[in-house]
Every structure is written in structure tokens, then in C-alpha cells.
């Protein structure tokens, strides 16, 4: 099956630094991403909409200057949340639809464990 | 998309059957019911999805009520490693040309016991 891969899958960053994650498919091309982020105990929460070639698309409640999107070819999408902080630690996940009709269903990343300290 | 409405949690014995409940009373005609699963600190997992029929694969099958307002996720031999959060999610498909973002519930925790 289509394979999504997520990079670095554990960091560790300071308070008010900025953290870069990627997001890549790997056999298959993506014009859509999603990026999803999960508290401890909680569900995914849909964070934004990655599309290639233009603006992402956020979720009602976050905020776009915090957490920059960036989908610059098929394959790989960024999310970079800028001057984290301790309340941003979490577990950040991504997931791609691909072109081909044999997709019909999401592919998800490993998910990227944030913390901030 | 149609709101689901899961179990919090269920056990299962290792080696049974799990049946999962997902009620969907609100469903289109055009929406499908999908399920995923989260293994603890990982990404979600497809295991299958459906319109109207009942659906089988490797993994599970999917049983879908007639008047497609419940539908049932059944492991039939249950393992320890099936341990997981399983999500009924309801959307219009497929993903490739409806834009594709799913939106999670609280899901059902699993737990397989020996």
C-alpha cells in the first residue's frame, strides 16, 4: 500500500525556537495533505488542509502564522511551528490522498511526538 | 459529514471475536462509513470502509444495517496486538476527488486480553 513517511518522529526543541516537520509520500503523488495534532488521551484534531501549489487551508481556532504550511511538490509537505512553546508539545500527524483510483482511503504518517521545553 | 457515536471502551478475550458498534442515524445516501485504527503513539491505520454492502478483507469485515444507520467492525480472531482506538468515521467519498480530510471522533479503545 501507499507509504507516507514523517520526519523527525521524536523532537526536542526550546521554548520560543521553531521546529520544522516533514511529511512526504513516498510512492504515490499527493495533491492534498492534512495535518492533524493529538493531546494525550484525545482524538485527532484536523489542524489544516496542505495544497499543492497554494495556500493551506486552517481549521477554524488555528492559528496560520503559528503553524506555517508548506506544500511545495507532490511529495512533501512541511509544517513549522514558529516560536513553540511549552503548550505546543503534542503528537503531530500527517496524512496524504494520492491521484490514483485505487486510493480510497487516507494514508497516514508514524506522527511526530513535539515537546517543548 | 454525518456524526458517529462509539463505545468508549470494550474488552475483548484474545482469540474471539470483536465487534465494534458505530451508530450513523444521521447518514446521506452519499456517505460511506470507513474505519481506521491507532495503535498507541502511532498514525492511524485504514482497515476498511463501506457504502451499503457488507465488506470483507484481510483485516475485517464491515457489517452496514440495511437502513444504513449502524454498522458493525468485526476482528473474528481478535489478537493482543489489535489493541488499539478504532474510529467509525462517515464522510462522502471517495478521496481522490472529494477533498478527503477526515474528521475523528473519540473511537472505541479496545483492549485484547489474554
Known amino acids: 500500500g501507499a507509504v507516507v513517511s514523517q520526519h523527525p518522529s521524536r523532537v526536542i526543541c526550546k521554548s520560543g525556537t521553531s521546529v520544522k516537520i516533514e511529511c512526504r509520500s513516498l510512492d504515490f503523488q499527493a495533491t492534498t495533505m492534512f495535518w492533524y495534532r493529538q493531546f494525550p488521551k484525545q482524538s485527532l484534531m484536523l489542524m489544516a488542509t496542505?495544497?499543492?501549489?497554494?495556500?493551506?487551508?486552517?481549521e477554524q481556532g488555528v492559528e496560520k502564522d503559528k503553524f506555517l504550511i508548506n506544500h511545495a511538490s507532490l511529495t512533501l509537505s512541511t509544517l513549522t511551528v514558529t516560536s513553540a512553546h511549552p503548550e505546543d508539545s503534542s503528537f503531530y500527524i500527517c496524512s496524504a490522498n494520492g491521484f490514483s483510483q485505487a486510493n480510497t482511503e487516507a494514508f497516514f504518517g508514524q506522527g511526530t511526538r513535539l515537546t517543548v521545553v | 459529514d454525518a456524526k458517529t457515536t462509539q463505545p468508549t471502551s470494550m474488552d475483548c478475550a484474545e482469540g474471539r471475536a470483536a465487534n465494534l458498534p458505530c451508530n450513523h442515524s444521521t447518514i446521506s445516501g452519499n456517505e460511506y462509513v470507513y474505519w481506521y485504527r491507532q495503535i498507541h503513539s502511532q498514525g492511524p491505520q485504514y482497515i476498511i470502509h463501506g457504502l451499503k454492502n457488507n465488506e470483507t478483507n484481510e483485516m475485517a469485515s464491515l457489517i452496514i444495517t440495511e437502513d444504513r444507520k449502524s454498522s458493525t467492525l468485526i476482528l473474528p480472531h481478535a489478537t493482543l496486538r489489535d489493541t488499539a482506538v478504532y474510529y467509525c468515521i462517515v464522510r462522502v467519498g471517495p478521496f481522490y476527488n472529494q477533498g478527503g480530510k477526515l474528521i475523528f471522533g473519540q473511537g472505541t479503545e479496545l483492549s485484547v486480553k489474554p
Open positions: 496542505s495544497n499543492e501549489g497554494s495556500k493551506a487551508t486552517y
